[in-house]
Every structure is written in C-alpha cells, then in structure tokens.
C-alpha cells in the first residue's frame, strides 16, 4: 500500500454512477477482496429485511412504515411556526445535518413564521433562549411543536430540558403547543408520552442513533418543516444500491472506506472533512458523531484489547483557512482530508464590476462567490499537492434533499465498511456508559 506515502486524490461525483478513484493504479492497493464477504452479508440482511441485523439502519430507506408514520403525523399538525426538537446526539444531529444542508444555515431568520430549534445539551443560557423564542411564538398565537426524541427515553439532558420547556410552555393558553415523543417501544419515555396522551413515533429497535436519521428520528421534524423526505429517502435507495455492490470501481463506500483505512495504517489517524459550503456544517458534525462512536473502540470483536480509533475533525472553506492552513501545511503528517463541495449552489451572486475591487484584489470583480470560492478550493488542493498531502474530494451536485440523503447514506455505508477493516464493531458505544454512570453517581450525591 505504497500509495498512502504520496499525494492520492478520489473525486466522487454523487450524480456519477461511474464515479471512482483518480488513479486506477491504486484500486489493486486497496483491501476490497477482504470486503465483499462483509457485503454479501450487507446485502442478505437487506433482501431478507432482517430488522434484526446490526446494519437494520440500511432497511430505512425503502421502510414505508417508517415514512407513512411521519407523513400523517406532519400532515395532521400542519405548519407548526417554530419545531423545537429536544435530543441530543444521534437524536438530533441527523435532522440538524439535513436541515442545514436543504434549507440553509439562516432558514430561521429568513423564515420567523417556521423555524427550527435544537434543545441538546443541559446549558441554562442556551435553553432559556429556546424557551423565550417559543413563548413569543405562543404569545403571537403561532403552534409550536415540541418533540423529544430520545431511544432509551433516560437521557439526562433531554428529559431535563424537555420537561422544562414543557413547564414553560404549557401555560401559554393563546398559542398552540403539540407534544411528540419519538422513542423506543416500551420504553420510559414512551409510557410516560403515552400516559399524558402524547403522539409518539416508533424508532426500530435496533437502529443505533447515529445511524437513525432515515427513521422516524429525522423524517417527521424534517417533515414538519418541508423538507421533501421522499426525495431524500429515494436518493438514499439509489446510493445504498452503489455502496451494497460488489463492482468495487463503482462502490464508493467501499473506495473511501479502504482509502481512509489505508491511511489511518499508515498514520493518519486524523481525518478532517473540509467542507467548502457552510451549509454542510451540519454534516460535519453529524459525521464526527458517526466515526467518532463506530470506530473508536477498546477492544475488537473477539473482545481482545485494541484501543482502536480514528480522530474526526471538522473545517470549514475559506473560513478555516485563515486560522488553520499554517498547521495543515506546516504541521505534522497525521492527517487524511476529506474535501466536500457544491457544484451549484441555491444562490450565487457576483461581485460588482470595480476597479477599486480589482485594485485590491485583481481579477476578483464581476466574479460569481462560487467561482471565488472554487479557486480557493483548487488552490488548496494544488498547496496540498505540492506538499504531498493526502486528500480525496467529494463533489456534491447541489444540496437537494435527494444529494443529501444520498451523501449520508454514503457515509454509514463507509463507516460499516471502515469498521469492518478495523475489526471493529460498528454499531455499539460500550464506553459512553462510563461517564453516564459517574454523572448519575455525582447527582445522587449532591
């Protein structure tokens, strides 16, 4: 695997079934043959819908139950004004990730009569920001929604900041307040939702948080607020249908995963998604959630000791860059970068035709911001490549809800695969339960 010493660059192009590596010199590099045992296992527990398998993730794109459920849930509520959703975590992130992406990072601001909040983690500052924003909404007569998810139904910070805000909320006679709780059958969550006489949403009982966006998780908030969701399952069938195959130069799960294998082998075990579109923030950091939990394990499958990992990072074009590109070019060799961008952007205005313009930056007038933005990209990448640093490129045709849904599909696709090299399990998070325990412990302390 000679290749991960020197400069190797993928290009996946979303709308390109064809899509592959740059060099093709390095696809008998790569350990695919040790992957197609795992995907005709994959394919199996698809064909068979075997809800029980570990990657049961990969049935939510063609689960109509799922779909219909949020539909006619979203369809009898309407268009609430303001959707808050109370989770944290793979409860949230999905939804935030997609959101952002479709709609735009300042949807709430160019949208005041359908926004959308985040109530995570247990902030005073933060949640009672959330909660004055939904009292102006019930005291203008607007409907908000308030759905807590949480699988467990027992996360500490959603269930505090659930009931707070219900507290503060329910009081407001003139608005109207709808309360859902998406949660696992028979859990605490869903008796209590149940005994108040709650709507509630199933989450299949063994779809792992981070890797339940597809589910009832992200298709009814997402629902409520617009996002065609069909569209975003449909390009999620399409992409699972890639990344399922044996044809190894059209599988892009299995391309990024070995590559981003095959660099952590070599020491790179910091992987940054370099996002040159804002919007795709979100996606960063639901991708962080996603590596983060499905690799980084203590011991391998046969329980053996490992300490296994790869460290997500996420940046963000051009703005990283005056902060960040000293270190990425200067520093030490333990990265592998992954760069997403957006070929057509929802909107791209020019900058104004001036000689002041061009005196302080030449060439830069009657520019379209894509194009300014494109040349930072292509000029990152030739600085890179210069320096023989490792990056591969993933090329997004838009951000529809049909490109994202394809793009996250993608991702878990690869992180099943990485995992799997790694011999690793990829849908548990044993040592999350550590600091639960210390927090509980120190609460029943105080």
């Not at 695997?1 to 790569?30: E, I, K, N, R």
């Not at 064909?47 to 990657?55: G, I």
């Not at 061009?358 to 600085?383: C, R």
Request: glycine share 8%.
């Amino acid at each position: 695997m000679g290749f991960v010493h020197t400069m190797s660059v993928s290009t996946l192009d979303m709308d390109d079934s064809a899509a592959g590596l740059s060099s093709s010199s390095l696809l008998a590099d790569l350990p695919y043959r040790s992957l197609k045992a795992y995907l005709s296992e994959l394919r199996r527990a698809v064909d068979m819908s075997d809800w029980s398998h570990p990657a049961c993730s990969l049935l939510l794109p063609s689960d109509k139950t799922s779909l219909a459920q949020s539909l006619a849930l979203a369809k009898k509520l309407g268009k609430p004004s303001l959707v808050i959703v109370v989770g944290i975590g793979g409860s949230n992130l999905g939804a935030l990730a997609v959101a952002g992406a479709v709609l735009g990072p300042y949807h709430n601001l160019l949208n005041p009569t359908r926004q959308l909040l985040f109530a995570d983690t247990a902030d005073g500052p933060s949640i009672s920001a959330v909660l004055k924003l939904g009292q102006e909404h019930m005291r203008s007569g607007g409907h908000v929604v308030l759905n807590v998810i949480s699988k467990s139904g027992s996360t500490l910070e959603t269930a505090a900041n659930f009931e707070l805000l219900l507290a503060g909320l329910g009081g407001k006679k003139k608005g109207k307040l709808s309360v859902v709780a998406t949660t696992d059958d028979g859990s605490a969550l869903g008796t209590l939702a149940r005994s108040r006489g709650y709507a509630t949403l199933p989450i299949p009982k063994n779809v792992g948080g981070r890797y339940s966006v597809f589910s009832n998780v992200g298709l009814f908030p997402l629902a409520l607020l617009g996002v065609d969701v069909k569209a975003m399952l449909s390009g999620a069938l399409s992409m699972r249908q890639r990344c399922l195959s044996d044809a190894i130069e059209r599988n892009p799960a299995a391309q990024l995963a070995s590559l981003v294998h095959a660099h952590a082998q070599a020491g790179r075990r910091i992987h940054d998604n370099f996002i040159f579109s804002p919007s795709l923030h979100g996606v960063g950091l639901w991708y962080r959630q996603l590596m983060g939990e499905s690799v980084g394990k203590e011991h391998d499958k046969a329980g053996m000791p490992l300490r296994s990992g790869i460290t997500p990072t996420v940046s963000i074009g051009s703005v990283d860059l005056h902060s960040m590109a000293q270190l990425y070019l200067g520093g030490p060799d333990d990265k592998f970068y992954r760069f997403i961008s957006v070929e057509r952007p929802s909107s791209d205005p020019k900058t104004p035709r001036s000689a002041d313009l061009e005196k302080l930056v030449p060439h830069s007038s009657g520019k379209k911001l894509s194009e300014l933005m494109d040349a930072t990209l292509y000029g990152t990448q030739a600085a890179f490549s210069a320096k023989s640093i490792p990056y591969i490129h993933l090329r997004l045709p838009d951000t529809s809800a049909r490109t994202i849904g394809a793009l996250l599909q993608l991702e878990m696709a690869e992180m099943m695969l990485l995992a799997y090299l790694l011999n690793v399990n990829a849908f548990d998070q044993p040592a999350v339960e550590a600091y639960k325990k210390e927090t509980k412990r120190i609460l029943a302390e105080e």
